[in-house]
Every structure is written in structure tokens, then in C-alpha cells.
């Protein structure tokens, strides 16, 4: 146990008080991580990244949120993901936004396809 944990829990006088304080704890910054998660993962914009980096990006934020109790399924992901590149590719935003079909490894492969026709 850190001292910053066992300062918030000294006032604890039972291991029942003590463990129960520490579950408090956890969950108080498995809430704050997963919010902070989440921030990232909605405002997450392609930029200047390479396609590859960001793809990776995007899904090590889904990756995370699900290890942090709070996945994101992957209809979410691809439209985010979508949502988070700049003009430049709206022509293949559109085209995938009109597939019902679309799995998280088509995207992918069709994003980084396009990526290598720009260039």
C-alpha cells in the first residue's frame, strides 16, 4: 500500500472499515480512469497521425475502456474512429458509413487502402 492510500485510510479502525475504504478508493479512480478514458476515445481526431497510428490509438482506448469495466462495442468504435478523420477523407467516410456490414477489420483495411492512394 502506497502512503498516499494509507493517509486516506488511517482513520479506518477494523479490517472491515479498511477493506471497505479501499474498495472506495478503487472504485473512485476506476470511475475517474473510465471518464477519462471516454474524453479521449470521443475526441480523439486523426490530425496528423498516420492512418496505422491512429487506427492503433483508437483501439487500445476501446482495448482499455473494456479492461476498465466500460466496453465499447465495435458499431461504436467504427464510428468513431470515422468520425475522428479530417476532410480529406470524407469520400471513403461516406462510402463505409453506408455499409451495414462493416466489421472493425474492414475499416481498417479499407482506411489505410485509401491512405496509400493520397499519398
Known amino acids: 500500500m502506497t502512503e498516499g ?3 486516506q485510510l488511517l482513520h479506518c479502525e477494523t479490517s ?20 477519462l478514458l ?9 490530425g496528423s497521425m498516420k492512418m ?6 483508437m483501439k487500445a482506448l476501446a482495448d482499455s475502456l473494456k479492461l476498465a469495466g466500460s466496453p465499447i462495442s465495435n ?16 469520400a471513403i467516410v ?13 475499416m481498417q483495411a479499407q482506411l489505410l487502402a485509401f491512405e496509400n492512394r493520397l499519398e
Not at 479498511?18 to 473510465?34: D, I, K, M, P
Open 5 to 7: 492510500v494509507a493517509a
Open 16 to 35: 472491515k472499515e479498511l477493506w471497505e475504504g479501499a474498495q472506495s478508493l478503487v472504485g473512485a479512480y476506476t470511475r475517474s480512469h473510465v471518464t
Open 38 to 46: 471516454k474524453t479521449d476515445f470521443h475526441s480523439s481526431r486523426k
Open 52 to 57: 496505422e497510428e491512429y487506427l492503433t490509438k
Open 75 to 90: 458499431t461504436n468504435l467504427i464510428t468513431q474512429t470515422l468520425a475522428g478523420l479530417d476532410f480529406d477523407y470524407n
Open 94 to 106: 461516406v462510402q463505409l458509413s453506408d455499409r451495414n456490414d462493416l466489421t472493425l477489420i474492414d
